[in-house]
């Protein structure tokens, strides 16, 4: 079982807005603003589109917002587009000992 | 260009060790962070260790899954992270993803395209 939780999968349509969530406890998510966010297409590698729970890197479009409320943090994408259809992970810092960034188990987003 | 490539991946018996290979390019190595992360087939990510940058101590930290069996390198001369895996099992058969961490912060901003690696006799 993931140390994150996350829904198996959501959808929309195009233009439409999602929100994805990341549930996880007071020593990650709620303890920590090192959430971050990422993409996967089918066989490729991951890539990385939020990170401290809000923030956006160069070049990753501004439909792609983050935010975090407790111990559950969000990701919403905003006016869907076809290419947006992909797996979501959600990470997040902890203070386990036995972990030091746990990731959530994924979420498939599908645009209808 | 910003890129990681990995190499060294295959098909290994159980028990058996294997070195995967990390080479940076288009950015200055030892100022980062670097981790690695894999993915199980058909599964989701989990993160596997990172080392830190020297000026950070050059330490390194494991997931508990991997903790005593796995070693994490660098060598800044040649910009390469090495990910050593010893007494492998059937469990650790995944894509493995070099990673870079960015400063002051727990993340990861650039992947490889990843390195299969198959436990299995």
């Known amino acids: 079982q993931s140390a994150l939780t996350q829904p198996a999968s959501v959808s929309g349509s195009p233009g439409q807005s999602i929100t994805i969530s990341c549930t996880g406890t007071s020593s990650d998510v709620g303890g920590y603003n090192y959430v971050s966010w990422y993409q996967q297409h089918p066989g490729k590698a991951p890539k990385l589109m939020i990170y401290?729970?809000?923030n956006r890197p160069s070049g990753v479009s501004n439909r792609f917002s983050g935010s975090k409320s407790g111990n559950t943090a969000s990701l919403t994408i905003s006016g869907l587009q076809a290419e947006d259809e992909a797996d979501y992970y959600c990470s997040s810092y902890t203070s386990s000992s036995t972990l030091h960034v746990v990731f959530g188990g994924g979420t498939k987003l599908t645009v209808l | 260009e910003v890129q990681l490539v990995e190499s060294g991946g295959g098909l290994v018996q159980p028990g058996r060790s294997l070195r995967l290979s990390c080479t940076a390019s288009?950015?200055?190595?030892?100022?980062?962070?670097m981790s690695w992360v894999r993915q199980a087939p058909g599964k989701g990510l989990e993160w596997v260790g990172f080392?830190?940058?020297?000026?950070?101590?050059?330490?390194?930290e494991y997931a508990a899954s991997v903790k005593g069996r796995f070693t994490i390198s660098r060598d800044d001369s040649k910009s390469i992270a090495y990910l050593q895996m010893n007494s492998l099992k059937t469990e650790d058969t995944a894509v493995y993803y070099c990673?870079?961490?960015?400063?002051?912060?727990?993340?990861?901003?650039?992947w490889g395209q990843g390195t299969m690696v198959t436990v299995s006799s």
């Open positions: 401290d729970v809000s």
């Open positions: 080392i830190r940058s020297k000026a950070y101590g050059g330490t390194t």
């Open positions: 990673t870079r961490v960015p400063a002051a912060t727990i993340a990861f901003d650039i």
């Open positions: 288009g950015f200055t190595f030892g100022d980062y962070a």
